[in-house]
């Protein structure tokens, strides 16, 4: 569990300074709309009733919808607004954090008792005096309440700030999940878990310093929380640096290659940062946009995704074709494949019968389909469903390891796998044929943002890579970071498949 540990630090940093941020914008929000709204009972109806209907949208959700709305608001004022990372992660923890702050705020106003507020009428005060000397302090047990929820809320939440490319403990626990490495889940949610307890503690110190009138104690909670994010502050305040951010999707062989790509990088004297977990679409948004500089993308996810191209050619013609494609549009570069193939492919256990997505066709209505995260919604799942008919009895999506696990199990019957998976042999599984054509290539392609791909160094320091890489090898690489036992990390499996990538490319004595 020592390399889980290690990454702590710096996650807990930026983990901590977007909570606070996302607290301290709900509380200036929340708290004097809470005032206006316990006074005017129409207020307190829209602006509850949509704090409320926020709690309903799921977390990851919320923040996959701000991602096109950035875009378009981006778009709009001419670019400059960041549409992955801090900013889609502050805006949609505000919002999850709004909903206990409002309420209880005018739950704690409403719950004062009437002839209170007379008395206080009654000796003169103004309204601002009544509310700062008299309806504050009665109603703070209530709303601090709210506060301590929000806080708690809020720390939890921010783990899938991840999703987005914001480096949060979110990042040990998907990663754990993804290479079933149970060492990084519970290190990430133990260090959650004792920020979320040790926030609600001080805050809490704080509610019994109001409510009790012992100053010291309240000053004593805000000087230990302020101390907290000063201490997370401190590695933001150093210099800033270029740093070349590495994209990756959420599965095994993505991470590997980042890891693969930074050691070059930083070999070649680049300081370089990872943002993972990207989704397909988000990945390449992120490289037009320069969320990222650099990922490795696959052809036939360009093809049809951002290209929208629907017939399938011959793998040379489609790299021609996506080289030109992005020389005359997008805001990429192409550096080039990397010598391997990882296409979608739709396999069974070897008991099962069946040799070619024809013969399941006739089988497909009595069989469950597993398939992973984005399958089921791609044009290539529409290309093959279309073009075999298939109709399966039922179809459920799955993170790629828990996939395979899945038709092991029996759960599934059919799965979406990768052909560069090493657990595909190691397994004995059956790749179906496909006659018809209906899947497009994936050679995997390095691209980089056009600044770096031009850049003399850069390229140097990743043109070796170029048709370097074996099938062979990185199924190799896969299946050490995903077997059941004696699992390597990503870096590991990276430095294995660099060494193999040396071996093969050193002159003969």
Same mark, same amino acid.
């Given at each position: 569990?020592?390399?889980?540990?290690?990454?702590?630090?710096?996650?807990?940093?930026?983990?901590?300074?977007?909570?606070?941020?996302?607290?301290?914008?709900?509380?200036?929000?929340?708290?004097? !709309?809470?005032?206006?709204?316990?006074?005017?009972?129409?207020?307190?109806?829209?602006?509850? +009733?949509?704090?409320?209907?926020?709690?309903?949208?799921?977390?990851?959700?919320?923040?996959?919808?701000?991602?096109?709305?950035?875009?378009?608001?981006?778009?709009?004022?001419?670019?400059?607004?960041?549409?992955?990372?801090?900013?889609?992660?502050?805006?949609? &923890?505000?919002?999850?954090?709004? !909903?206990?702050?409002?309420?209880?705020?005018?739950?704690?106003?409403?719950? /004062?008792?009437?002839?209170?507020?007379?008395?206080?009428?009654?000796?003169?005060?103004?309204?601002?005096?009544?509310?700062? =000397?008299?309806?504050?302090?009665?109603?703070?047990?209530?709303?601090?309440?709210?506060?301590?929820?929000?806080?708690?809320?809020?720390?939890?939440?921010?783990?899938?700030?991840?999703?987005?490319?914001?480096?949060?403990?979110?990042?040990?626990?998907?990663?754990?999940?993804?290479?079933?490495?149970?060492? =990084?889940?519970?290190?990430?949610?133990?260090?959650?878990?004792?920020?979320? !307890?040790?926030?609600?503690?001080?805050?809490?110190?704080?509610?019994?310093?109001?409510?009790?009138?012992?100053?010291?104690?309240?000053?004593?909670?805000? +000087?230990? =929380?302020?101390?907290?994010? &000063?201490?997370?502050?401190?590695?933001?305040?150093?210099?800033?640096?270029?740093?070349?951010?590495?994209?990756?999707?959420?599965?095994?062989?993505?991470? /590997?290659?980042?890891?693969?790509?930074?050691?070059?990088?930083?070999?070649?004297?680049?300081?370089?940062?990872?943002?993972?977990? !990207?989704?397909?679409?988000?990945?390449?948004?992120?490289?037009?946009?320069?969320?990222?500089?650099?990922?490795?993308?696959?052809?036939?996810?360009?093809?049809? +995704?951002?290209?929208?191209?629907?017939?399938?050619?011959?793998?040379?013609?489609?790299?021609?074709?996506?080289?030109?494609?992005?020389?005359?549009?997008?805001?990429?570069?192409?550096?080039?494949?990397?010598?391997?193939?990882?296409?979608?492919?739709?396999?069974?256990?070897?008991?099962?019968?069946?040799?070619?997505?024809?013969?399941?066709?006739?089988?497909?209505?009595?069989?469950?389909?597993?398939?992973?995260?984005?399958?089921?919604?791609?044009?290539?799942?529409?290309?093959?469903?279309?073009?075999?008919?298939?109709?399966?009895?039922?179809?459920?999506?799955?993170?790629?390891?828990?996939?395979?696990?899945?038709?092991?199990?029996?759960?599934?019957?059919?799965?979406?796998?990768?052909?560069?998976?090493?657990?595909?042999?190691?397994?004995?599984?059956?790749?179906?044929?496909?006659?018809?054509?209906?899947?497009?290539?994936?050679?995997?392609?390095?691209?980089?943002?056009?600044?770096?791909?031009?850049?003399?160094?850069?390229?140097?320091?990743?043109?070796?890579?170029?048709?370097?890489?074996?099938?062979?090898?990185?199924?190799?690489?896969?299946?050490?970071?995903?077997?059941?036992?004696?699992?390597?990390?990503?870096?590991?499996?990276?430095?294995?498949?660099?060494?193999?990538?040396?071996?093969?490319?050193?002159?003969?004595?």
């Amino acid at each position: 569990m020592t390399d889980a540990l290690q990454q702590l630090p710096p996650l807990i940093a930026s983990h901590v300074l977007l909570a606070a941020a996302a607290l301290l914008l709900a509380l200036l929000v929340g708290l004097p !709309l809470g005032v206006l709204a316990a006074r005017r009972p129409r207020l307190a109806g829209i602006t509850v +009733g949509f704090a409320s209907l926020v709690q309903t949208i799921p977390g990851l959700a919320l923040l996959a919808l701000f991602y096109p709305l950035l875009l378009a608001l981006s778009a709009l004022v001419g670019g400059g607004i960041p549409a992955l990372g801090f900013l889609p992660a502050l805006l949609a &923890l505000f919002l999850y954090a709004l !909903l206990p702050i409002l309420r209880n705020m005018v739950a704690g106003l409403n719950g /004062i008792d009437p002839a209170v507020l007379q008395a206080a009428d009654g000796v003169g005060m103004t309204r601002w005096q009544r509310l700062r =000397l008299v309806e504050a302090p009665l109603a703070a047990p209530v709303a601090m309440a709210g506060i301590r929820t929000a806080a708690v809320w809020t720390i939890g939440a921010a783990t899938l700030a991840t999703t987005v490319g914001y480096p949060s403990l979110g990042n040990p626990i998907f990663a754990g999940l993804q290479l079933e490495r149970w060492d =990084l889940v519970l290190a990430g949610c133990i260090a959650a878990a004792l920020l979320a !307890l040790a926030t609600d503690g001080l805050l809490a110190l704080i509610e019994k310093g109001i409510g009790g009138r012992r100053p010291l104690w309240t000053l004593a909670g805000i +000087g230990l =929380l302020a101390l907290g994010l &000063l201490l997370a502050l401190v590695p933001q305040l150093r210099a800033p640096e270029r740093t070349v951010t590495i994209g990756a999707k959420n599965f095994s062989e993505q991470f /590997i290659l980042a890891r693969l790509i930074g050691a070059r990088l930083e070999r070649a004297g680049y300081r370089v940062s990872y943002r993972e977990g !990207l989704g397909s679409a988000v990945a390449f948004r992120a490289l037009e946009r320069g969320d990222i500089d650099v990922y490795v993308e696959y052809s036939g996810t360009l093809w049809t +995704g951002a290209m929208g191209r629907t017939d399938t050619p011959a793998r040379a013609a489609m790299l021609r074709a996506i080289a030109q494609w992005m020389a005359a549009g997008p805001k990429t570069g192409l550096i080039g494949p990397l010598g391997f193939e990882n296409a979608y492919a739709l396999a069974v256990r070897a008991d099962s019968g069946l040799t070619s997505m024809a013969e399941l066709a006739g089988r497909a209505p009595q069989l469950t389909l597993g398939a992973d995260l984005e399958f089921l919604d791609r044009p290539e799942w529409r290309a093959v469903r279309d073009a075999y008919r298939l109709r399966f009895k039922a179809t459920r999506a799955y993170s790629p390891t828990f996939m395979y696990r899945a038709l092991a199990s029996g759960q599934a019957d059919v799965i979406s796998a990768f052909s560069s998976d090493g657990r595909i042999a190691a397994d004995r599984l059956t790749v179906l044929a496909d006659p018809k054509g209906a899947m497009p290539h994936y050679d995997a392609i390095l691209l980089a943002a056009p600044a770096y791909a031009q850049d003399a160094r850069f390229a140097a320091a990743l043109r070796p890579l170029i048709g370097a890489i074996r099938v062979e090898d990185m199924r190799a690489a896969n299946y050490s970071v995903d077997r059941d036992s004696g699992k390597a990390t990503p870096e590991a499996a990276a430095v294995a498949l660099d060494r193999a990538i040396r071996a093969r490319s050193a002159p003969s004595p």
